[in-house]
């Protein structure tokens, strides 16, 4: 089981201590001093006074809304135990995390079910970790870890390129940077170097046109049945799409000839297989997806200029050819929705 309920009493030390840290914690939250030395936790006279409320946080009773808050507001996700039968928001961030790395294909409804337990449990054991179904902090953070890698994205250093400019170019932090591909001098970059840029990227504004939608594939296959308007997220250009097919993704055409000179504007001026966040604008709403730029297979539309069609995904697309989910599209989903 990865997590263990031990109990805590003053000075304890080393792995079942690590209730005390957590009254350190709740007890820093108020502005109590607390004090660790050779691996044991003590309180000041306040901290002691606090240790009874503190336990009864960390079993659950309570709930220390600052550092719960604090924890929530870094890194997007839940900070307490979540396991079978719970319900909620947590639950959804969990299998969407899970739907992102192809792990769960199941509908993002909140409910930590059977197969959320499964889905769970097979994360873990890929992972090297105790796989007992529950997401307690080791699964979380291995689990975050996973999503920021599957965001990140590959740049090749080229002539004149700094850190500084890259790190620009990208919305991110040099610092970033310079973790994720562990350079311990910054000025030694190089033409031809390949980086591993985060995923926390910047997304441009999108004008306030009403909230994106972080809809699944099973809801957008029933009303995603014609014409619709594509965003890309990047740039800002729309080109308008008809689809022609795809049961676990959309294949779609650009309408018309101009359509298709917007579409290659937005890869930059030539056809690409890259993934890009778009939003998707149908029957009023706006809804968050990921595109490539590759002309393949077969088409519908005459005379647009664009020999084939392309894919577009949504949250818990899956490939045709292997009915797997594509990481690098579902990033690109979460990039929309998260951008506006």
Known sequence: MEETAQRWRP???GDASWQGRGIARFAGCRGVRTRQGAGALRLDTLGRALAVAALAALAGLIVCAPCTLAAEAATGAPSGLLRAGMRGDDVAWLQQGLANLGFYTGEVDGIF??????????FQRECGLPADGMVGTLTRERLEAELRKARAKTYVVAPGDSLWSIARKFGVSVQ?????NSISDPSLVKPGQELQIPGSAQVPSRGGRGPVELLQWDKVNGLFRSYATVVDVRTGLSFRVKRRGGHLHADVEPVTSEDTAVMKRAFGGAWSWDRRPIIVELSGRRIAASMN??????????????PGHFC????????HNSGKVDRAHQACVQDAAAGD
């Open 113 to 122: 079910g059977d197969r959320t337990v499964r889905a769970v449990k097979a």
């Open 293 to 306: 730029g590759m002309p393949h297979g077969g088409e519908t539309i005459r005379g647009n200029g664009f």
């Open 11 to 13: 000075g304890a030390s």
């Open 312 to 319: 577009i995904h949504f949250a818990g697309s899956r490939l």
């Open 176 to 180: 970033d940077i310079v973790r994720a």
